[in-house]
């Protein structure tokens, strides 16, 4: 199965894609869909962070303390935020 969709494009981004489809001897179809392919997942995943982040902001979303964080991971919260006050890298 497949589906159609139509869409409008900016005159610059249309010209660039007819340029690149017709120096490739390629359907516009071809590109669109490998960028499709290639980057719908970084789109999915970004949105799922705003989502996510939004439901924080609301507080719909568990949240914990840094300090707790940081220490679960083997860190010291003061020693690290020594650090960034004095601008090492660690």
Do not use: W
Not at 74 to 79: I, L, R, V
């Amino acid at each position: 199965m497949s589906h159609t969709l139509t869409l409008r494009l900016p005159d610059d981004l249309g010209a660039r894609l007819n340029r690149l489809a017709e120096s490739t001897s390629r359907p516009k179809s071809f590109y669109v869909r490998a960028l499709l392919e290639d980057h719908l997942s970084e789109l999915e995943y970004v949105a799922g962070l705003d989502a996510e982040a939004e439901a924080i902001r609301r507080g719909g979303a568990p949240t914990r303390p840094m300090d707790e964080l940081t220490r679960e991971l083997g860190f010291d919260p003061e020693e690290l935020r020594g650090e960034a006050r004095s601008g090492v890298d660690a």
